[in-house]
């Protein structure tokens, strides 16, 4: 299953234009059939450079790239909880995403109109904030008394009750669910609510074209990463060597899509490791400090379930070393059993027995 990114903000400030960019030919996972389904997803490889460096060593029939989804989702304007533009739809889009990247404005263009009629980043986050924290507090107004009902029968949902309820008066003092401090139990009985605020945000800057290096003030605790979508839907339309001139000319090390990708992998907690073989040469996504048999299960669930070992060499030593033999002749192979933790870049190749 792919990333799910749903790409947020006031009309008018550049999801489309951003998401269209991010998502034409160049971008677009080739070898995924879903992708032009819906008008709104789009499925993008997560560019990442050590798969061609693998790909050199290996010479494999194919290199398969990590994805990440994105989905446009209109709709969010100021009243939207009570249904206003799109309402409930946008809603419904935000909640089967794991993650939000919300767009902000910040270009200056006289000629494209801004909603609230000036350019004020704080304030626009503040308003989609609101939005989605007064959602979340409608969901858990109708849940409240439906739990506290069945509660009483079953124990289980306490703890469930217990968080729904100092849920409540957080997101009342205009906090987004994810920023309260929780245990680890209190963190699943929360993700157990579906609410709107528990999704990590990233805050995207869509910014004039001379500001795309800069360095932007916190926003809602986090440094916003600036973009411009502007260039990026230029960058789109060139090929590589094209893309790569512009980005130099512009001062850039790299596209906005490889920017977000990285931040989103961040932002979620997820590194990759690699497979290494004649067919093929891929990526695979795993959170930061998964243990041996669950990087192996986001292969097959056989691979979890049987489990014996792991094959490991890190990315530099494999490259460094050129290859399995290298690494197996300088002792750099090394067999991980069940509670080696995962390091990012890691090549691995897992023996395992059903
Ligand atoms: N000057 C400038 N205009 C932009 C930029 N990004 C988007 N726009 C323009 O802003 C308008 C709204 O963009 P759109 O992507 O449709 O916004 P959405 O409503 O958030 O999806 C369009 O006319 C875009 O061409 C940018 O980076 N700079
Ligand atoms: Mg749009």
Known sequence: MALSIGIVGLPNVGKSTLFTALTRKGGLAANYPFATIDPNVGIVDVPDERLGKLAEIVNPGRIVPATVEFVDIAGLVKGANTGEGLGNQFLANIRETDAILEVVRYFSDPDVVHVEGRVNPADDVETINTELILADLGTLEKALPKLEKEAKRDKDLLPRLEIARKLEAWLNEGHRAIQMEMTDEERDAAHDLFLLTMKPVMYVANVDED??????????????????????????????????????????????LETLAQAAYQLLGLQSYFTAGEMEVKAWTVPVGAKAPQAAGVIHSDFERGFIKAEVASYDDYVELGGEAGCKAAGKLRMEGKDYVVQDGDVMHFRFNV
């Open 211 to 256: 500001k795309v290096a800069a360095t932007l003030d916190e926003i809602d605790g986090q440094r916003p990463i600036p973009i411009c979508a502007q260039i990026e839907a230029e960058l789109s339309e060139l090929d590589a060597a094209e893309a790569a001139e512009y980005l130099e000319s512009l001062g850039l090390e790299r596209s906005g």
